[in-house]
């Protein structure tokens, strides 16, 4: 790594570009962030992915799987027309198991570079990262890599973004050469040739388009034309006039069409082979947003209008719950947002946070606005993948992280405690594989429960809980891989050794016709008894509503301080089902009467009624089992596609489609979880290992009768 940084070269904000390097698993993110820290002189060596010596893939599990688990951060600068620009950068994973990896990170990004396969284009996680930057407004552009490898198909795979993703993107680069021939670029703004010389990327000849090249250039060039017109009018103008469009008008446009999200621009290049990084870089300074081009949103609460919102960020006042907002700039009070915890070994807890307004000193204190606690900051640190350096002061747009934080979660806001202001928090998917594990020595239980309870804080889509019926530890995460990691993890780094149980899946439970039921809690022996008399009306809600309670108690026939104890009974009774101790969802409960005892009636009671009400007022409504439902892409040759699919059929799979990949076909199909465990080395073996199969949550769908009655018998063994 390159020596210690002076972070403060460069203090003017609309200089800094907060960015993140998104994509599918195996696209080469990685490898570009590599080449990325080697061309802004961040590290004085490249390290290979596949040699397992990639700098931002520092856990040992990484460099073994030569994947992504979990973002790494760092900082670099990089020089355009003798301006210093400042790159707080964060690189991502692409497997589907740690989408939340990616959730947290854009949360928190002014942009992003979204990098696809040269000979797969769009693939399914592509198109997963590209939606969730969407949520986020994040202006992206699109950098086509791998194009020396042989199949690699430009064209081929822009068509593909155009079809999959968005039509608003557009080349700003073409390759010259392709496969073992990719030598070079042609720029389409400044329309003029990039040549390689060499295969370490640093000698590069800026030369005309060669000829037999210029006829596809200019038609590509004015393809760019026509989408930079459509946003900039005085661009349109000169375009239907048949004027000349300079280099710098056109950059412009295409600058104001990237950060309204109406221009997309795709380069071309190849990490590996260090052609097409430099541009890459360049292009991130002129046309990815600094921290106040970025568009913020928030929903007003009473119209559900969205606003839109430029330099400054929207929140919520916690006090009075209005609307507020806060420029992005170091003279405002301090907000920021904690987007990711991890507990580091060498210094404790650390807490990953973007700083959107004010400065922030370590030794002061911040006010968490959503929990309503105070934190003391003790240490702030810049983080380079697991390297650490120590400053002072951050603020607005800085990306840093602090030491010793003890009641702060993932999606907290801290801010200034005398003008406070929560921020918009990050929501995560519920974890749908669970295993039991249990610790191979008794000595180890209560290390387990801490490193357990670590791991928990770290990570929203991990669950750990104790079955209450059999002791179990019972994990749950949002996939296979996901889980072997966590238990790879309380191995190598905790040492704890765990026996693992059978993946189970994490089923729900809920009610399909609505009913009626009368719950009567009546004791009396000796001394205080117990009176509680609730009737309740249950109804189906759509899938995904959740829970609803409704107050329809008309008269005092039950007196209003006991209705917040009868929701908190119904609340407890909906974390396990009566079909199998399953969690309920999508049930509206209405309270419509009752009555109550002046002397044996109190909360208790009528938590405890609640509980059993609701659990019996469910057998009456056709209570049935509800099970994820998994997208599911496998990109397999043309010859084993029937076997594929075949193999989805005996899965219970609909196939949804089946889309032509270059030489490979893609089908996408959905299936029930409970069936593809282990579906990944099936089809390996069925395919001879020539597919490349993914999969990831859709939605929940009511499992059929003849398996919900096996499911529930092997679940009361």
């Given at each position: 790594?390159?020596?210690?940084?002076?972070?403060?070269?460069?203090?003017?904000?609309?200089?800094?570009?907060?960015?993140?390097?998104?994509?599918?698993v195996d696209a080469g993110k990685t490898t570009t962030t590599e080449r990325i820290l080697f061309f802004t002189g961040r590290k004085h060596k490249t390290g290979e992915v596949h040699e397992g010596a990639a700098e931002m893939d520092f856990m040992d599990q990484e460099r073994e799987r030569g994947i992504t688990i979990q973002s790494a951060a760092t900082t670099a600068f990089w020089e355009l027309h003798g301006q210093t620009y400042r790159f707080n950068i964060i690189d991502t994973p692409g497997h589907v198991?740690?989408?939340?990896?990616?959730?947290?990170?854009?949360?928190?990004?002014?942009?992003?570079?979204?990098?696809?396969?040269?000979?797969?284009?769009?693939?399914?996680?592509?198109?997963?990262?590209?939606?969730?930057?969407?949520?986020?407004?994040?202006?992206?552009?699109?950098?086509?890599?791998?194009?020396?490898n042989i199949g690699a198909d430009f064209y081929k795979s822009y068509d593909s973004i155009n079809e999959h993703l968005t039509d608003k993107a557009v080349p700003i680069s073409l390759p010259i050469g392709i496969e073992s021939d990719f030598h070079g670029l042609i720029d389409l703004v400044q329309f003029k040739a990039l040549i390689h010389k060499d295969d370490e990327g640093k000698v590069i000849d800026v030369v005309d388009i060669p000829e037999e090249l210029k006829e596809n250039a200019t038609t590509w060039r004015n393809k760019l034309i026509e989408a930079a017109a459509d946003v900039d009018d005085a661009v349109a103008e000169k375009y239907l006039d048949g004027q000349e469009i300079s280099a710098s008008e056109l950059e412009a446009a295409i600058r104001a069409g990237v950060l309204s999200s109406k221009i997309f621009p795709v380069m071309a290049g190849s990490s590996l082979r260090n052609k097409g990084v430099q541009a890459m870089l360049d292009n991130v300074c002129r046309y990815l947003p600094s921290p106040?081009?970025?568009?913020?949103?928030?929903?007003?609460?009473?119209?559900?209008?969205?606003?839109?919102?430029?330099?400054?960020?929207?929140?919520?006042?916690?006090?009075?719950?209005?609307?507020?907002?806060?420029q992005l700039n170091d003279t405002e009070p301090f907000a920021g947002l904690v987007f990711k915890l991890a507990v580091d070994p060498h210094?404790?807890?650390?807490?990953?946070?973007?700083?959107?307004?004010?400065?922030?000193?370590?030794?002061?204190?911040?006010?968490?606005?959503?929990?309503?606690?105070?934190?003391?900051?003790?240490?702030?640190?810049?983080?380079?993948?697991?390297?650490?350096?120590?400053?002072?002061?951050?603020?607005?747009?800085?990306?840093?992280?602090?030491?010793?934080?003890?009641?702060?979660?993932?999606?907290?806001?801290?801010?200034?405690?005398?003008?406070?202001?929560?921020?918009e928090g990050i929501n995560f998917?519920?974890?749908?594989?669970?295993?039991?594990?249990?610790?191979?020595?008794?000595?180890?239980?209560?290390?387990?429960?801490?490193?357990?309870?670590?791991?928990?804080?770290?990570?929203?889509?991990?669950?750990?809980?104790?079955?209450?019926?059999?002791?179990?530890?019972?994990?749950?995460?949002?996939?296979?891989?996901?889980?072997?990691?966590?238990?790879?993890?309380?191995?190598?780094?905790?040492?704890?050794?765990?026996?693992?149980?059978?993946?189970?899946?994490?089923y729900r439970e809920t009610i399909t016709a609505s009913g009626e039921h009368r719950e009567l809690l009546k004791k009396q022996s000796g001394g205080a008894g117990q009176y509680a008399d609730i009737a309740f009306v249950l109804k189906p809600l759509e899938r995904g509503e959740g829970y609803k309670f409704v107050d329809s108690i008309k008269g005092g026939s039950i007196p209003?301080?006991?209705?917040?104890?009868?929701?908190?009974?119904?609340?407890?009774?909906?974390?396990?089902?009566?079909?199998?101790?399953?969690?309920?969802?999508?049930?509206?409960?209405?309270?419509?009467?009752?009555?109550?005892?002046?002397?044996?009636?109190?909360?208790?009671?009528?938590?405890?009624?609640?509980?059993?009400?609701?659990?019996?007022?469910?057998?009456?409504?056709?209570?049935?089992?509800?099970?994820?439902?998994?997208?599911?892409?496998?990109?397999?040759?043309?010859?084993?596609?029937?076997?594929?699919?075949?193999?989805?059929?005996?899965?219970?799979?609909?196939?949804?489609?089946?889309?032509?990949?270059?030489k490979t076909k893609e089908i996408i199909a959905e299936a029930p979880l409970s069936e593809l465990f282990g579906y990944v080395s099936d089809l390996r073996n069925l395919t001879s290992g020539t597919a490349a199969p993914n999969m990831e949550p859709s939605h929940y769908a009511e499992v059929p009768k003849n398996i919900m009655e096996k499911v529930l018998v092997d679940s009361a063994k």
């Open positions: 790594m390159a020596g210690v940084i002076d972070y403060s070269k460069v203090k003017d904000t609309h200089f800094y570009r907060n960015i993140g390097i998104i994509a599918h198991d740690f989408t939340a990896e990616v959730e947290r990170s854009l949360r928190v990004l002014d942009g992003a570079v979204v990098v696809f396969d040269g000979k797969m284009g769009v693939e399914p996680q592509s198109s997963k990262v590209w939606f969730q930057a969407e949520k986020y407004r994040v202006p992206r552009m699109c950098y086509i890599n791998k194009l020396d106040h081009d970025k568009y913020f949103a928030k929903e007003d609460p009473e119209t559900h209008e969205e606003k839109v919102y430029k330099d400054q960020i929207p929140g919520t006042d916690p006090n009075t719950g209005e609307t507020i907002t806060r210094v404790g807890n650390l807490a990953f946070f973007r700083v959107y307004s004010g400065k922030l000193q370590s030794g002061t204190y911040v006010y968490n606005s959503t929990s309503g606690g105070k934190e003391r900051v003790g240490r702030i640190l810049m983080m380079h993948a697991n390297h650490r350096e120590e400053v002072k002061e951050v603020r607005a747009g800085d990306i840093a992280a602090i030491v010793g934080f003890k009641d702060t979660k993932t999606g907290n806001t801290i801010c200034d405690e005398n003008k406070p202001i929560v921020l998917a519920e974890p749908v594989v669970r295993f039991a594990i249990e610790p191979k020595t008794k000595s180890d239980q209560e290390k387990l429960s801490e490193a357990l309870a670590k791991l928990v804080s770290e990570d929203p889509t991990f669950k750990a809980e104790t079955d209450s019926e059999t002791g179990q530890v019972i994990i749950a995460g949002m996939g296979e891989l996901h889980l072997d990691i966590k238990v790879d993890i309380l191995k190598r780094e905790y040492g704890i050794e765990v026996n693992v149980g059978k993946p189970q899946v994490a209003r301080e006991y209705i917040p104890a009868i929701d908190k009974g119904i609340q407890e009774s909906i974390t396990a089902g009566p079909l199998g101790g399953y969690p309920v969802v999508d049930v509206q409960a209405e309270i419509v009467d009752g009555s109550y005892h002046e002397v044996d009636s109190n909360t208790d009671t009528f938590r405890t009624c609640a509980y059993y009400g609701f659990k019996n007022a469910m057998k009456a409504c056709n209570p049935v089992l509800l099970e994820p439902i998994m997208t599911v892409t496998i990109n397999a040759p043309e010859e084993y596609v029937g076997a594929c699919t075949g193999y989805l059929s005996s899965k219970r799979g609909i196939v949804k489609n089946l889309l032509q990949r270059g």
